[in-house]
């Protein structure tokens, strides 16, 4: 018997990726009921208390500007913010706010019941299918429901294993037994495999001696993560680094065997870019000492999280080299770090609208498709949800927007689907090849052909119309304006005698961008927000010019065709790059770069031999 | 497909010789050595033996050597049969025709250099090796062979291009880190474009050195010497074919040398007319015979012009002045004016500039010489070619600010370095930054 309720999508999993799947899936239109397991986890930093960083604060953007929650939420809940890479160019500004876990928790959960979406307290036991298609899902205490399209979120639910020391227990993350039931769904239809991460333990605020530690004050420069936050009037908390110390290192060397990572408990790959404790004193030992940057939980938490030393030590060990570091002498701990395993699926299972292959109107977001962050789950969860939202209800989508030259949600979205991932996946700019284009200040932008007043509030909608409005009544000013290189000559900017003509925004590049600058040389009024984006996009645009002529190229690529290439000529693709090619036989070169595993590096090269091959016929 | 089904060809020519050779690869080469010579190879791998063949209808084909190497011990990587018959290009189209008869599927003659090219894709050989494999067969240049030879046997850290490429790549992974993990470690902007400019002048030496070694090497330098006014000047300029040298009939007018660079036949040569030789010299021109002098050890060839006047020991002082060994012509001039009894070769200089050059056999000259000199070189010339593309970013990187921009500069050049030394990937980049920082928290 199935439950009264039919629903268009079930979400099952709360996390950052199930609420931001329930979240645009709901706006959208669709029926949406969302599944987790206990309701007081919804909505849970289950890692750091923070969001944000280089990378990951450009897919949150994205998300913001798809009409996703992480980052307005996380404004909300903000009590520390600090903007990385301020001195390199926008494209690479990391906003990163501590956030206060309660406040997350609470305005999260206060979000989702102000929403339509309907949340059911229940462990999903099984996936209902019938002729590889989706019928439902299935609830420990309810029973069967009927729903078109299901979008699993489960994390590190599946198979998660926790390791301290020689001691290890069942649970994806401490508290909370692992989903053995939809595990085993799982691992009959699809491959998986098993990853590996940590978590440092936490600390009692009052046992630590800040008195010694140098403060990091939050920085008010007026950038937060969301678009639409004006500001952030929380009580402003200060975070404290310290620092590891040769006694420190000591103690763990000495102590390995007593690390389930090293004593060879855990066979799984680690994450290079989040490496444990035992692994940094491995590694670069002769350091020293390594950075450990204390975040407050919250403002009226007693928790400390240690970033930085992430362990799978004894406790007593733990116990041990925490109290050899500067400031926490005495410190007590609440919780112990810990290692988890946990099966993800291998996303190669997934087309590239994150439906599995094998079963349709099934589709999986977060880090059961092997990545890590919450950032990298909510940009997939929105993802996913867009695509069941155009496959179940027919929803009108430029899915352009998600290609890799033009989100870092592509980005992910390319990675994963082609090429698979050996370790956790975690987002980093450099991933991108069109980094100087995709960046957090103009992620409106480049999400403008999908900008929908579904996916925002009132206010939202309006504010945003009103600043693309507004930069575009300034750019056409900016662009009647002509300066020849006599007239700027005499404005004391130097340019080439080139006889050419420039227009205002062209102008822009050579000018100090502060407003004030910007009124006196052009008589407009601007804001800095507006002024930083124009400034650079003036600065990037002969490299936007060049990207966009690769880009150029690559739609082009379509009328490309490779039938008579003989790709073996080609001596620099690898060996599994030539197998693929080989074996997929792609028309043109727009079909190569689907092929999974082929990059745009290949593509590239692929190119340049066509080319060559021309100039030498000729 | 390329990389499917097992190959043969023939790995000598196929002429009347004392022996013929086969080679195939591919997972049937087992298959096909029981059929050829009833056998099972399986168990006497690297072994050289001496075996019966059998055609097609079961008749002996041939009795003759077989060596079969087991993948991956072989150099394809593949499982490889190498069969050498007698030098009968009958026998050879036979065992071509059985080996046919087996009706394998996939089974076909190799296309030019897949031997090779299989070894790479097996990474029995790195790209550049399989292209030294190439250039040593058809190189006919003493040093550029011994650079393949070395490329082949000792990997791609011979190629001058290999530390460049590494220290790109640490650069590229240092600029990434910098950005993508700004506060896990202290990274400093004035550090990396020092490292960027060291990287761009280690680029500009090696090019400077190498491209002036490769030119030196395949010029041919010729010294013209002899007594003053024996016409050193007038074969100067029939050979340069214009009029620098001043010809004169006054005694002494070369005082110094004159060098002029010239091509005959696509091959290139440098000529040196030098100032004569004469018991009275005037200040300059002993300087001039001086400087000749020391040019000498340079000197491929010489030239030795003299003529009815010429004395003997005027001769042989020329010989010992400028360490003259076997590496000379002697030349007899005016053979118009007077006639000559040696076999010297004679010219005068009514003849025209073909005939001379005829005579003089500047050609094999050049072959003599060019092709035995020895330099130790780690390039060649496409690698120079690539220096001077690499160089090409130098101005963009070195003036520009902002970091984001070198990024993607420098991610070009590692794209060209895609091209000539195989992939390189993110994940490359990503190995090299997470094994020389401290990332992450």
Not at chain 1, 554 to 564: E, G, I
Request: net charge positive; charged share 30%.
């Amino acid at each position: 018997m199935f439950h009264v309720e039919h629903y268009d999508v079930v979400v099952i999993g709360a996390g950052h990726a199930g609420i931001e799947a329930a979240n645009i899936s709901e706006k959208y239109g669709l029926k949406t009921a969302l599944i987790t397991k206990n309701y007081s986890d919804l909505g849970k930093l289950s890692c750091n208390p923070s969001i944000g960083g280089v990378g990951k604060t450009h897919i949150a953007s994205e998300v913001d500007i798809l009409g996703g929650v992480i980052c307005k939420i996380g404004d909300k809940s903000a009590i520390h913010y600090r903007v990385l890479n301020l001195s390199k160019g926008p494209a690479v500004w990391g906003v990163r706010a501590q956030i206060d876990r309660d406040l997350y928790s609470q305005n999260m959960k206060k979000f989702i019941k102000s929403s339509k979406i309907d949340l059911i307290e229940d462990e999903a036991t099984n996936i209902l299918e019938k002729n590889n298609k989706i019928i439902g899902v299935e609830l420990s205490n309810i029973g069967k429901i009927k729903s078109k399209a299901v979008i699993l979120t489960t994390g590190t639910f599946l198979n998660g294993k926790i390791y301290f020391g020689n001691e290890s227990q069942e649970a994806g993350r401490i508290g909370n037994s692992s989903s053995k039931a939809l595990a085993k769904f799982i691992n009959k239809n699809f491959k998986t495999m098993r990853l590996k991460t940590g978590t440092p333990p936490r600390i009692y605020a009052q046992s630590i001696n800040y008195d010694v530690l140098e403060p990091q004050i939050s920085e008010n420069n007026g950038i937060f993560l969301s678009y639409f936050t004006k500001q952030n009037t929380n009580k402003k908390i200060n975070c404290f680094i310290t620092k590891t110390n040769n006694k420190t290192h000591k103690i763990i060397r000495d102590n390995l065997d007593k690390s389930a990572m090293y004593s060879g408990i855990i066979k799984s790959q680690g994450v290079r870019y989040c490496p444990s404790i035992e692994d940094k004193i491995t590694k670069f030992g002769d350091r020293n000492g390594h950075n450990i940057f204390l975040e407050p939980e919250g403002l009226n938490s007693d928790l400390v999280y240690p970033n930085g030393i992430s362990n799978s030590l004894d406790k007593k060990i733990q116990l041990k080299f925490l109290r050899s570091i500067k400031g926490l002498e005495k410190c007590e701990v609440d919780q112990f770090g810990y290692a988890v395993e946990y099966d993800s699926v291998d996303p190669r299972e997934l087309k590239n609208n994150f439906e599995t292959k094998k079963i349709e109107n099934f589709f999986l977001a977060g880090q059961i498709n092997g990545t890590t962050g919450y950032e990298e789950a909510a940009g997939q969860g929105v993802y996913a949800a867009i695509h069941a939202a155009i496959k179940i209800k027919k929803i009108k989508f430029n899915t352009k927007v998600f290609e890799r030259d033009n989100s870092y949600i592509g980005v992910l979205v390319d990675d994963l689907t082609k090429l698979g991932v050996t370790e956790p996946y975690r987002m980093f700019t450099s991933r991108a090849e069109n980094r100087l284009k995709l960046r957090t200040d103009n992620s409106y932008e480049r999400f403008s052909t999908i900008i929908t007043p579904k996916a925002f509030n009132k206010a939202e909608y309006s504010l945003i119309s009103k600043n693309i409005v507004n930069e575009k009544k300034i750019l056409d000013q900016l662009k009647k304006l002509k300066y020849s290189p006599n007239n700027l000559m005499k404005k004391n900017i130097k340019v080439k005698k080139d006889g050419k003509v420039r227009n205002g925004f062209e102008v822009l590049k050579f000018l100090y961008p502060s407003p004030n600058n910007f009124y006196q040389f052009f008589n407009i009024k601007i804001s800095q927000k507006l002024l930083t984006k124009i400034y650079f996009d003036s600065k990037y645009d002969v490299f936007y010019e060049r990207e966009k002529k690769s880009f150029d190229q690559l739609s082009k690529n379509k009328n490309m065709k490779l039938t008579n290439i003989d790709f073996n000529k080609i001596p620099s693709l690898s060996k599994e790059i030539l197998e693929k090619l080989n074996k997929h036989k792609p028309e043109n070169l727009y079909d190569a770069g689907k092929i999974s595993g082929i990059t745009p590096s290949a593509l590239f090269q692929i190119v340049k031999h066509k080319k060559d091959k021309g100039k030498k016929v000729a | 497909m390329f990389n499917e089904g097992t190959i043969y060809a023939n790995i000598t020519p196929i002429v009347k010789s004392p022996i013929i050779g086969y080679r195939i690869s591919g997972e049937d080469v087992l298959f096909i050595l029981k059929k050829l010579t009833n056998k099972n190879f399986k168990n006497n791998h690297s072994l050289l033996k001496l075996v019966d063949l059998y055609n097609y209808d079961g008749t002996i084909l041939d009795k003759c050597s077989v060596v079969y190497f087991k993948s991956p011990k072989s150099f394809t990587g593949e499982d490889v049969c190498e069969i050498f018959i007698h030098g009968s290009p009958l026998i050879a189209s036979q065992l071509e025709k059985t080996l046919k008869s087996y009706k394998i599927p996939g089974f076909r003659i190799a296309k030019n250099g897949e031997f090779s090219y299989r070894s790479v894709l097996n990474n029995k050989n790195s790209l550049k090796q399989a292209k030294a494999v190439n250039s040593i067969i058809s190189n006919e240049s003493f040093s550029l062979l011994e650079y393949n030879k070395r490329l082949l046997f000792e990997g791609d850290k011979v190629s001058g291009l290999a530390p460049l490429r590494e220290e790109i790549i640490n650069i590229f992974s240092e600029i990434t880190a910098s950005i993508d993990f700004v506060d896990d470690e202290d990274f400093n902007f004035k550090n990396i474009m020092k490292k960027i400019r060291f990287f761009f002048n280690y680029c500009n030496n090696l090019l400077h050195k190498n491209r002036t070694k490769i030119e030196q090497k395949s010029i041919c330098k010729i010294m013209l010497i002899g007594a003053v006014n024996v016409g050193k000047s007038t074969l100067f300029n029939k050979i340069i074919d214009k009029d620098r040298a001043i010809v004169t009939e006054i005694k002494g007018t070369t005082r110094d040398f004159l060098s002029n660079l010239v091509i005959i036949d696509g091959k290139k040569f440098e000529l040196f007319d030098t100032a004569g030789q004469r018991s009275k010299q005037g200040k300059i021109e002993k300087y001039g015979y001086k400087r000749a002098q020391s040019l000498s050890r340079e000197i491929d060839h010489f030239l030795i012009l003299s003529d009815k006047n010429t004395k003997s020991v005027d001769l042989k002082q020329l010989f010992y002045d400028f360490s003259v060994k076997n590496n000379y012509s002697l030349i007899k001039t005016k053979s118009d004016l007077y006639n000559y009894n040696t076999k010297d070769i004679k010219i005068n200089h009514h003849l025209d500039r073909d005939n001379v050059l005829k005579k003089i056999k500047l050609s094999s000259i050049h072959k003599k010489y060019v092709n035995n000199k020895k330099i130790e070189l780690n390039f060649d010339i496409n690698e120079i070619e690539f220096l001077e593309d690499i160089l090409k970013y130098e101005q963009d990187i070195t003036k520009e600010k902002d970091i984001l921009i070198i990024a993607q500069l420098i991610r070009n050049i590692l794209d060209d370095f895609s091209y000539e030394f195989g992939y390189i990937n993110n994940e490359d980049i990503y190995d090299r930054v997470f094994s020389n920082f401290c990332i992450g928290k």
